[in-house]
């Protein structure tokens, strides 16, 4: 049996939650304070996902760096990768908010897009 | 002299909401005055996520979020100056400016929005000892070298104060290949957002140190180490809890401050708590046809209220311009915050003024759990509402009815107070 | 090339030394260690222009400080530098120590300070109501000032390179010794510089040269002053300089307002052994809190302070200024030991020292030494018609970068691009205060970054605080190169 313990992010009262796995299922959820909480902890234990937002290098613009984010959500293991992706890359002005700046990023089917324009 | 019906000061968060909701309300005359290269404020360097939730349902971040505005100001063809600065507000409400091609020029305007947002409070006025050398960073400061201009500001950090701004530059600073050691909270509790703590300083195992504070800055050119200490209830630091980070970095997110140097000169009244103007329930200052929202009323946490406060700024401003606004009478209310309540906005209400549902916002001075909110008029107890938690870094509401008032007759005081039962 | 007179030190004795040589036929250099003028005791202390009465009888100190404070109108008025007579107050707050006041009224008057006058009660609260209920007498000295300390250092200094002298910065004395023929050699960290005169003019360093070339040594303890600068909010807080009665250690912790408008409060008196040591402590700062409160009422300094600092005073065992030749070192003359009133009296040190290299090398005067210098122009003292007539020719004027102090563009590209210009965010910041404001440069620093990397061709990796390694941004983002 394998315990986690985590803080829900649910709201401000960042319940301290206690998450018993078993061969990578949930068993049981404790310390909550209502069902947000159960889900939060279940998601973050099982499959646990974040947006990555940066900034990538921009030639040509009135800008030398564009922000960027993941489309969505990407699995938190993969922050890095994706991170080396988005350093790496060099695009050209103009970009438009949504263009996409790089496709599928780190094998996650997600798009990282631009969050601004750049002219 | 030019002439406008509404002048906005700031063409952040705060002043693009207003001007597009004094457009929408019917006014065509509106000038915004931005001393930056372009709109949008400091939401153009908060690339993080996490904005609009309330306003768009949908998480956007800093950029978009302002691009959302932006676009409605160009479509409404709202006019704006840019990289221009105002140096000056009368009480007559003549607005001086300053830019590269005009020179200073005056504006006569009928109206003024104040929204000018708020500055960080820097290392001198936080009395920290030690030298004074290179790579000490507001938080602020940090995340526009790293976001806008493309520069690291250090490679080993160590970050005082855990407002969110704080938080999001451990997270970023750590992407982007920098080590941040611990973040260190004077307060017993943070400042920030629970989301934060999680995402920003878990994710990576960053230590947050709470009742600590930083209590020597060593190297003469540049940072080299920077001691951290707990603080007892006094708040003074407890002799043999040192502890010394060898950095390069200190960033500092200990508190905003409403800008209102402009304010002042407008002969426009401050509330000590809040350092921004009181106003009263059209968030109109003491000077009328000079309203104030967002940041430089008082410091929000969620941008989505910056947005819905200086809409009703704007609408009310453009009232205020078309010679709409009731006369005020003479029975105004005073709103009071005690027993953990530590402020109000609006400060006063006018019940003839008042719409039907006006939300009034505080926040509270310390954690409390499964307590009370109550609300009273005069002496008597009209709200009682359960909260499992109320922190200072989260902004609370509540919202008043006219009708209630209007019922309850002579009302002189609204108090507000946190009540454990 | 051998100059005639290598003065070591860019502070504000070695720069008044310098402006005084460069009226003469004379090939001066200034060798300094930082990397701008005013970067040690000079541009850390309480920016006053003392009456004249603290320093002994008789004393090289109380001489020099008299004639420096008689000698400052004319000074600034030649040089553009702001300096106002606010009047000082030395405040008694005990009635017993009262004598005490008499005692400094009678030593000023043998100083030869001019307008003295002891105040009573009534009249003292008359002049300043926010003084302690406490204060019961006070010695009155009307030609008590403010100055901006950076810029009376800076000043000089320029009007001395507009007049011929050299200055080479970031350039540090190691050793230095005479040849058989009378030429000194100074070894620096940027190569040898040999010179028939040496000035020694090194602040808390002078008694490291003195000791090298002189058989009776001196000993400079760096004395350190910690200060807290309050918000201009508090400016008008005292509209003297209020010190309390002087004790061993020095004339006290004053509170006093400053000629930009804020309020300064300070200084501590620590002894130290580290002569980089400028760091602040918190018990410094607490004590300095705790001393303000005595001689003012109410004063909010927790609430107002916009930055704290601290400076080391250059104390010789025997508190007086040690100027004058070496007789063992002919062409080796000390201008050492200059700590408080070394503001006050630094035009009279640079001509005294000045006279001293006159007397031994007897050179002629130049015909054509302009000792006069136009400052940063001020814009904010312009009427607005003027402004814009400027803002027209030179757009940068229109463009405000610092928003606390209210500073523009071209005020910083005058400060970078007039000699001795600045290199650096402290360096514009002392010239220009941009920075100086209660937002303490979170604002302009990326702003000043970019007119530095625009101006001097200064990639943003290679822009300082201050020289040396006080880099402000260490690389780009994503791995990109370096570049202008």
């Known amino acids: 049996m394998e315990k986690r313990e985590l803080t829900c992010i649910g709201c401000p009262m960042g319940c301290q939650i206690t998450v018993e796995l078993e061969e990578g299922e949930v068993k049981s959820v404790k310390g909550n304070t209502c069902p947000i909480g159960d889900n939060y902890a279940r998601n973050e234990v099982t499959h646990p996902e974040r947006t990555v937002t940066s900034t990538v290098l921009i030639e040509g613009g009135d800008k030398c760096r564009l922000s960027v984010k993941t489309k969505s959500n990407i699995p938190k293991a993969k922050i890095s990768e994706c991170m080396k992706e988005i350093d790496a890359v060099r695009i050209k002005a103009p970009v438009k908010i949504g263009d996409v700046v790089i496709k599928d990023v780190a094998g996650t089917g997600v798009d990282v897009v631009a969050t601004r324009n750049v002219g | 002299m030019k002439n406008y019906d509404i002048v906005i000061v700031g063409g952040g968060p705060a002043g693009l909401a207003a001007a597009v909701a004094a457009k929408k309300a019917g006014n065509d005359s509106i000038l915004i005055l931005e001393r930056d290269k372009e709109l949008g404020g400091i939401l153009n360097q908060c690339i993080h996520n996490g904005f609009g939730l309330h306003t768009f349902k949908e998480e956007l971040t800093g950029p978009e979020y302002a691009y959302r505005f932006m676009e409605q100001v160009f479509d409404l063809n709202i006019e704006y100056k840019l990289n221009t600065m105002v140096m000056d507000i009368s009480p007559e409400k003549v607005v001086t400016t300053m830019n590269r091609e005009d020179g200073m020029v005056e504006y006569q305007a009928k109206a003024v929005i104040l929204a000018m947002g708020c500055r960080e409070r820097p290392r001198g006025a936080l009395n920290i000892p030690g030298y004074r050398p290179a790579g000490i960073f507001s938080a602020g400061t940090a995340q526009r070298l790293v976001n806008i201009e493309g520069y690291m500001p250090g490679r080993e950090v160590v970050i005082l104060g855990s407002g969110d701004i704080g938080l999001i530059m451990a997270r970023r600073m750590t992407l982007e290949g920098a080590k941040v050691k611990v973040v260190a909270e004077l307060m017993p509790y943070s400042g920030g957002l629970k989301r934060n703590i999680v995402q920003c300083l878990d994710d990576f195992g960053i230590p947050l140190k709470l009742s600590h504070t930083v209590v020597d800055i060593e190297g003469k050119e540049r940072v080299s180490a920077v001691t951290i200490a707990e603080v007892g209830p006094d708040m003074k630091p407890i002799p043999g809890t040192e502890e010394r980070y060898t950095c390069d970095t200190l960033l500092l997110s200990c508190g905003l401050i409403p800008e209102n140097e402009l304010s002042k000169k407008a002969g426009v009244e401050m509330n000590m708590i809040t350092s921004g103007p009181v106003v009263n329930e059209s968030l109109e200052t003491n000077v009328p046809g000079i309203f104030a929202c967002g940041n430089v009323l008082h410091v929000h946490d969620l941008v989505d209220y910056v947005s819905e406060e200086a809409a009703r700024a704007g609408e009310n401003a453009a009232k205020y311009a078309a010679g709409q606004t009731a006369a005020t009478s003479d029975k105004v209310i005073k709103l009071v915050a005690t027993e953990g309540a530590r402020y109000t906005v609006p400060s006063t209400i006018d019940v003839s003024r008042m719409e039907d549902l006006l939300t009034v916002r505080f926040r509270v001075g310390a954690v409390f759990k499964d307590s009370y909110v109550s609300v009273y008029f005069d002496d008597k107890q009209i709200m009682h509402n359960k909260k499992r938690i109320m922190a200072p870094g989260e902004m609370e509401q509540i919202i008043l009815q006219k009708k209630k008032l209007e019922e309850a007759g002579d009302v002189q005081t609204i108090t507000i107070k946190i009540e454990d039962k | ?484």
């Open chain 3, 1 to 484: 090339m051998t100059y005639d007179c290598i003065i070591i030190g860019a502070g504000v004795s070695g720069s008044a030394t310098a402006r005084e040589l460069s009226k003469y036929s004379l090939n001066v250099a200034v060798i300094e260690k930082g990397e701008d003028v005013c970067s040690g005791t000079s541009k850390a202390n309480s920016a006053i222009v003392h009456a004249g009465f603290d320093a002994a009888e008789g004393s090289l100190m109380a001489k020099l400080n008299v004639e420096g404070n008689e000698m400052m109108d004319e000074l600034c008025s030649d040089l553009d530098i702001p300096f106002k007579r606010n009047g000082s107050l030395v405040v008694c707050i005990h009635e017993e120590e009262k004598g005490g006041l008499k005692e400094l009224y009678d030593r000023g008057i043998a100083n030869g300070v001019k307008g003295l006058k002891l105040l009573d009660k009534e009249e003292l609260h008359e002049m300043e109501p926010n003084l302690a209920d406490e204060a019961c007498a006070a010695l009155y000295a009307p030609t008590g000032g403010i100055i901006c300390p950076f810029i009376l250092n800076i000043a000089m200094a320029e009007n001395a390179a507009v007049n011929g002298v050299d200055f080479f910065f970031n350039t540090e004395a190691e050793t230095l010794k005479r040849d058989d023929d009378g030429i000194w050699h100074i070894r620096t960290n940027n190569g040898e510089y040999k010179t028939r005169y040496v000035i020694n003019a090194a602040g808390v360093y002078s008694d490291k040269f003195h000791n090298m070339v002189a058989d009776k040594k001196i000993h400079i303890t760096p004395r350190r002053g910690d200060y807290c600068l309050l918000d201009k909010e508090m400016g008008s807080f005292v509209s003297h300089t209020i010190f309390p009665q002087p004790t061993k250690l020095g004339k006290g912790v004053l509170v006093s307002p400053t000629i930009h408008g804020n309020l300064i409060v300070g200084p501590t008196a620590i002894d130290i052994e580290d002569k980089e040591a400028t760091a602040t402590t918190a018990a410094g700062i607490n004590d300095l809190i705790a001393k303000a409160g005595m001689h003012v009422k109410n004063l909010p300094v927790g609430r107002k302070v916009i930055t704290s600092f601290a400076g080391l005073r250059a104390h010789e065992d025997a508190h007086e200024f040690v100027i004058g030749e070496v007789k063992e070192a002919p062409g080796f003359i000390d201008c050492a030991g200059i700590e408080s009133p070394g503001l006050t009296s630094s035009p009279a040190i640079g001509r005294m020292v000045a006279d001293i290299v006159v007397g031994l090398a007897k050179p002629e005067k130049k015909a054509d030494w302009n000792g006069k210098r136009k400052g940063i122009l001020n814009p904010s003292e312009l009427s607005v018609e003027e402004r814009n007539e400027l803002i027209k020719k030179e757009p940068a004027y229109g463009q405000i970068i610092c928003r606390c102090e209210s500073i523009s563009e071209g005020e910083i590209l005058d400060a970078i691009r007039r000699p001795l210009g600045a290199r650096s965010l402290d360096g514009v910041k002392r010239r220009t205060r941009a920075g100086m404001g209660r937002c303490q440069a979170g604002f302009c620093s990326p702003r000043v970054m970019e007119i530095l990397n625009r101006e001097l061709g200064l990639a943003y990796e290679d822009i300082t605080k201050s020289g040396g390694k006080s880099n402000i941004v260490l690389e780009r983002t994503k791995g990109e190169a370096q570049a202008i």
